[in-house]
């Protein structure tokens, strides 16, 4: 009688003590096939990773390395976690040993080079991976997801974002030259770092807006809308710094053009086979702790009082969805294991 | 030598226990020429006010005690700091009496009593004051004010959102009919009253939007900005709850139809004059905590990447100048001291 | 060539919408040999559970019904997630049924069912089954619970404490007629009802102890110290409530008789087969965060400046460890599965 | 007529950017009798301090400098807000030159010079001054203060653990060889400064203790209590840090030696005219809200099921009465003023 072969595959990790590389641990140590071969921060080399983060121990065995090339080269996939520019230094060595990357840094998503240093401020190093790389929006670009060596994966307020929108800018049912998206993000979203403005006594009890004069994940929602609608879209981006720890709400704004259109239909229908995103019924309100932990984004579209504005409710981790879930949806896609393998646990509420 | 004499007045609460109620005695006990005379709880009557309130021990010696006609009417000016549909039961027979009113409920707010019924779901009990009644906002009827036996404080987002939207709106400079308020207000703003909703661990850490379909400030906003735009507006109004105790912040976006106004030179001039509207530099991004405790707004005004939409973001402290501090600014103008009295209070930050 | 069975039971929840009931959902939907069979809610009948808890969306497909007790007895397992005083008036039939009984509330843990009348204040519906019963503290009752037919799920503050203090007080080298517990809790510990003190705006952003002169868990810390000790134990409890939503942290303080005994070395030893007891390295500070979502309880013990007094750190997540996981663990051992099935979650962190 | 002469003095601060730096402006800026003359901070040397801390804005019109020593020796009283080790190099040519000293960090709390060096990790820089130095708690030190120069004014774990333990002390009726002080603290307890433990995304929502090996908070509170028992005391002390932004919560445990006390009234008698310590009735629970932006201690004592234990509970603001309030309560003792001037503000609550 054959036996059922579960296919395993080497994860390597670089850049794993911010906050999407502990949850990228986090779902990776549940994950039923893939085996957590190498960690790397230059800062812990030496650590056990569960000394750093007493929550994995018992988890996680590993220690934190520095980097090393062979020992990555010789994983399945390797995953970066790092500031942005890191990973495009290192790509094109790991694609050329076999390895398939999966960034969850800004470096690959843009397809234009020129406005990727306009925005990141520094020079891309690899322009030519530029074309090669695939958005990684499950529910845009699966199919070559599943073909890719090269993954950019999405910011978190992309992915809100994006998400909420879809259906109206495919559907070309409103005004895509005056789209809004005000999003509020958790302070885990600026990533683990010292610095000022995200400690306790500074970001809690408060709320403010951020970056309105230019965000950089403005052209990179702009880039994916605009390959949606099929033209250049126009957005207002306005990112907020809320009180929680994780989670990412939009709350999005567009004028119909087509006022008959029945949007509770169109989302249903946009979404019907996704895993990952839930259209909330009519008059739906989505909490952000809806989805804490989980790799789910909760969508709920109303038109207030009946009029030619429609408000769309989005919402993310902006850890898992936002992060390091999708990562792995990503790499599930990639490597042809059921899409959700490894993401199913359930929101931790309350 | 003549002495100077300082004018004192009495005040009566009606409804001491909320959170308008006790920010009301917060801020009136600080205050140099008003005599808290009465202070009126069904609930509490008979109980010390510091024992419900401790902050208050050895600032506030009143105790609660059941409402009595005779003893309101005793006052200089009685403040309603009760649920929607008290006041309107009582103003009549105060006013009758000499005594002036500040209602900081809605029940005198908006100018159409069938309008009234339709929001807040009960027939208006004397619609004949409607006329009479001033709406509170002393940056747009202080005259008025001054003048009024009876004052409708406006209500927490409507302060905020009018504030940050009156430049533009009776500048003319944008479309009135496609206007979006976009409000997170903390917590303290539902009231004080055992919800479930408003639990530590049901809204802790976690953001949603309510009342998308349509919520009891919409009709209240729009009356005072078709007011000042001398048209009927088009509002879209979408309120959030946020993780925070106190605080409202306002992101208002507009469609220019004149892009070569100066939009911080509009905003500057229009509240040069104005004690409690702060507009901030160009470029900046208002924190709540900026005004925790203050009866100021904060408002910054943004048009990113220079194209025709404009972003106002505008904070209030909710229970201050959106509810209590307001009010007392008001009694303020109504009896003729200065304008400041009693509200000179820095925000607490951190 | 023979099939490996997996045994599955049936599992009922009586009194599903409260956060121990909700957190029994989310273990036993994601446990591999429990069929979530009944779900019961008065309040809720009729209405689909994820419809109430939208986090379980896709997971959960139960409808909540009115407590059945026909249904209920045809379960394997029947979990009271109910107020105080459920539980014992359908033990008996339940039991007599063939079903196995977890009640999360109190009505079982306390022996004396004299004592138990006067901490709860309603007299004891079925004093006979106090003696059967067993306190389902798998690291002291491990054996009994095995064999039970009837288990009396710990309290939170009851788990966190006696975890801690167990190896002291077993070992005899602490005074324990002195023994204080200082304990600090989420604001989920004081269940999901509508009541003033637990709103956000009053716990937010403030500490406060509470139930100094004598809090129910008191009596339960006590037997099972005493049990330990062989001896009645004195034991001063002062718990507080924290601004979480999930989280306990015990600080426990005792004086040692024997300043030679290596504490570190009994801890470890006392719980090195326990696998969701983690005795952290010596000078450890664990944090509440670090449990969160998980079934483990974390401790560490100091010396402070080598004295004779003993500190102990004590965290659980009161809704896993302290409540709902507790029960899987327990039912987990009731009906032979692995101990751990349905409990290797990792802690949510950040 | 002879007019009535204020005296006014002029302040300088010297490190005017971290908490307990820009909580003595908001208390300065309202105080009668004094003109801020200098701020100081070398990293914002010329930027406005409302720029800074918008809160400020209309409040403080000063300019941060580079500390500069004739500036600041022309100032009647200069606070030191800065960390440990600064104001022992300015403080003797500060004095001489007739300027009062207020150091609100650690330089001069402690007499033992060479403990001092112990517990702080450097040596100190002008050990003579140590016995002139006055420990600026009014409620044990205000005659001294009167007549002081220099004054150190205490920590903020030290002021609510001391005026929580000293009736008991004072009176001899407890065992003063095993106090012990369970405090728990905001997180601006641990300053404004960009530090990876104190970010919102790693103190949210979590709890833990620290320091229980040896905290420099320690010595200071033992040697307070030492001389008010006249006889070295023995002292547990744990710090824990508590998602909040200001507050710090005293439970203090010790063993009574004379039962018979009548605690509630030993404690009332002790306080009688002290205007800044609030001893509660029986039974009460202060909270860490009800003193929040208040110079106000609140002490509430039990003795549960009338054992031999004492506990004490005890809250303030750290940045008020356990640091800038208390600063400027001792200023108003050294410069003769009003004890209470500047100091009236009632509690934010919510």
Redesign the interface.
Known sequence: ?MEKRVKMIKAGIVGGTG?TG?ELL?LL??HPQVELAVITSRAEAGTPVADV???????VDLTFTVPDRAALAACDVVFFATPNGTAMGMARELLSAGARVIDLAADFRLKDAAGWQDWYGMPHACPELLAEAVYGLPEVNRAAISEARLVANPGCYPTAVQLGFLPLVEAGVVDAQ?L?A?A?S???G?G?????H?????????????G???HRHLPEIRQGLSAAAGAPV?L???P?L??????I?A?L?A?LKDTAADLQVLYEQRYTNEPFV?V?PA????????????N?C?VAV?R??G?D?V?V?S?IDN?VKGAAGQAVQNMNIMFGFEETAGL???????
Chains 1, 2, 3, 4 share one sequence.
Do not use: N, W
């Open positions: 009688m906050y502990v986090r140590a549940g983060f007493p929550h994995l121990r018992g988890h005056h809004i005000d509020k958790g302070v885990s600026a683990r770092k010292a610095e000022m995200i400690l306790y006594a500074e970001a809690a009890d408060s709320f403010k807006a951020y309105v004069p230019g126009g207002t981006f306005v907020h809320t009180p929680m720890v994780r989670g709400h709350t704004y004028t839930d909330l008059k739906s309100h989505p909490e952000t702790r809806s989805v804490k932990g989980a789910t909760r109303h207030p009082q009029g504005t408000v409710l919402v850890l199913q646990g359930i929101a931790l509420l309350p």
